[in-house]
């Protein structure tokens, strides 16, 4: 009888050992195997019992593949996913090999709090209710696409969660992203979150026309756009549910 | 010098316990005071080790004005939130009483796995990336504003997460929903998971025009809709994230 393998997407979240859920923690100290970007395996090498295989920026695909293999051939593997997996995260590449390869894998999707969850809260609530979410990377996605998506999600007045908004190679989707959003907003306040939940975090609040050149942004930030109807006010960003329409608020 | 008191908005997650992360188990096993819906109160009652408190639905207003008492009072609060706080759930309104107030209240919205994030998986990865989030809600959003919503998203081209989709006094706003669906993609699939991670957990995909009928969509019942790049095969639904497009997806 063969051993039988099993493959964890793991997500870890946004990097404090607190966010990480009771089931990522059980798997990542369970495995024989806990394979990720270095980034990431810094914030839970310390829970890992088995052996840590440690993968390059951008190598996503050799990564799952190698994850795959070594659960395929009857080990238990973890592959460690930033935030969620399901989130611009490692989900859809496993999904998308063990659908099309027709693979017999035993594999799992632990999910985790991702960048808009965390960051949300440190400004008040600046999401709270329907909301877009959108990656200004163009590696994967046409900037057509992306622009087109951000264009409706300004039009439905959306609260807009924007990932991955700005990296060394690629600054200019960052100021065409605002541009936009001046089009439809003016120069509109939005909240930049830095490091959630690391060392360095920063949370910030900034006029559109500012976040570009405020030399802040980078992968690990998150931009919040508001909508109409939040409430800006320094740092805050509260928007409503609408409980203010129907009940009153105040406290004695 | 007065007690310190301090009041969390714990988000438990979908349901089951080891979903919930290292710090909401933390803050529920050491507040004074646990207070929340019954349904979710349920999924945590065995690790409080305080007072209970059980509000009904829709008297969240109440319930947050109690927790601030409390703990404005000098008791350590956990007020409890299904999901995460931010998505639908209980941060704004905690936010907006104590922006409104200008209290001087210690409080931390303690993030949770919302339901998208443990729904996608279940497809295999429904979500993958870009998506918009809308609630069929109109008890505290008028539906034109929803509607449009929906509208902007389906033009946009985004996978669409769909809460609160229907419950017993507004089934009509489901169907309506479905039909604008139907409109700008024809009768395509629609993932359909209900009770996630709970006792009566089913996952299913039907054609947007059964969704409606199908006697099965609650307010426990996450809908997604597919975008136009998904793969739809029997129950899995995929979004590639544009790996395929670049790299051989073929494993050995």
């Known amino acids: ?18 966010m990480l859920t009771l089931r990522a923690r059980k798997v990542l100290e369970s495995s024989d195997y806990v394979i990720g970007h270095r980034t990431y395996l810094n ?11 440690e993968s390059g920026m951008g190598r996503e695909v050799e990564r799952v593949k190698m994850a795959v293999e070594l659960a395929s051939g009857g080990h238990v593997v973890s592959l460690v996913s930033g935030g969620d997996p399901s989130v611009y995260g490692l989900a859809s590449l496993v999904a998308e090999l063990v659908y099309r390869n ?12 991702s960048a808009l ?41 959306f609260v807009i969660a924007i990932y991955n908004p700005s990296s060394r190679r690629r600054a200019g989707n ?23 939940c690391r060392e ?3 949370v910030l ?21 508001p909508s109409t109807e ?12 609408g409980y203010s329409r129907k009940y009153e608020l105040e406290v004695e």
Chains 1, 2 share one sequence.
């Open 117 to 157: 969850n965390s960051a949300s809260p440190l400004f008040g609530s600046a999401i709270s209710g329907d909301h877009a979410v959108i990656s200004l990377s163009d590696l994967l996605t046409p900037w057509q696409v992306i622009e087109r998506r951000l264009r409706k999600a300004l039009e439905g007045d």
């Open 174 to 196: 960052l100021r065409r992203a605002m541009e936009i959003v001046i089009e439809y907003r003016g120069d509109c306040f939005v909240g930049v979150a830095k490091n959630v």
């Open 200 to 202: 360095g975090e920063q």
């Open 230 to 241: 939040s409430i800006v006010d320094g740092n805050w960003i509260i928007t409503p549910r």
């Open 43 to 53: 914030f839970v090498r310390h829970l890992v019992r088995g052996s840590i295989v």
């Open 1 to 18: 009888m063969p051993s039988q393998g099993k493959l964890y997407v793991v997500g870890i979240g946004p990097g404090c050992e607190e």
């Open 205 to 225: 609040v900034m006029r559109a026309s500012e976040v570009a050149e405020s030399g802040v942004v980078d992968m690990h930030t998150l931009l919040i756009i």
């Open 102 to 113: 027709g693979l017999e894998l035993d594999y799992e999707i632990v999910p985790g709090i």
